[in-house]
């Protein structure tokens, strides 16, 4: 890790494990009965998909797609690259992606675009963070966790040159 870097919680696990519960609480009402497929982003996602599956009793698939977005750093290269596509077929199926943060939108734009074309019976977001003030493309979140601001955040699966993932909780990142 960088020695430099200061961390400073934004969003403390207790928080976390709370916001989580409650988008739990109203994925399980919406699909309970319908055995969804949960789309998770590679790699931002992994953490909270983990934590948001182990609160759904109820039949449900996971699947990942990887994309990436981001060179090093923490700025967005704009182009957004499928590195691992589908490899099943979600036509008919009840899509729920899953994603970490949705800050400028470019990723989930082009995201949703794409399953959008293999025609699922139904394709939802659930975010765990949203970052309103940075958005470029307009997408809707229709299960959203927390907003949060303008800051560079790693933690609960967030990273910055791939460090910090495995924080539990959200920090600000001050170079
Ligand atoms: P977008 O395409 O700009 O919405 O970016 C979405 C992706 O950028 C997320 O899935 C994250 O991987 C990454 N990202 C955006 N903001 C942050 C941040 O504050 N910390 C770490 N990664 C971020
Ligand atoms: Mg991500």
């Given amino acids: 890790m960088n020695s430099q ?10 928080e976390i494990d709370s916001t989580i519960k409650k988008l739990a609480a109203a994925v399980t009402r919406d699909y309970n009965d319908k055995n969804p497929l949960l789309l998770g982003i590679l790699k931002g996602s992994f953490v909270f998909l983990a ?12 699947e990942f797609v990887r994309v990436s977005s981001y060179g090093s750093g923490q700025q967005t290269s704009g182009k957004v690259k499928m590195v691992q596509g589908l490899k099943l077929d ?13 800050d400028t939108g ?18 939802k977001l659930c975010a765990l963070t949203d970052k309103p003030s940075r958005r470029r493309v ?4 229709d299960y959203l966790g927390l907003t949060v601001p303008d800051k560079f955040l790693v933690g609960c699966g967030l990273d910055c040159d791939e460090k910090y993932r495995n924080l539990p909780d959200i920090c600000v990142l001050e170079e």
């Fill in 5 to 14: 870097a200061k961390l400073h919680v934004l969003v403390p696990r207790a």
């Fill in 51 to 62: 934590d948001l599956v182990r609160q759904l009793n109820f039949p449900l698939e996971v």
């Fill in 90 to 102: 979600v036509k008919g199926r009840h899509v729920l992606v899953v994603e970490d943060i949705v």
């Fill in 106 to 123: 470019i990723t989930l734009a082009f995201l949703l675009d794409y399953l959008k074309k293999k025609k699922p019976a139904s394709l």
């Fill in 138 to 141: 307009p997408v809707k979140i």
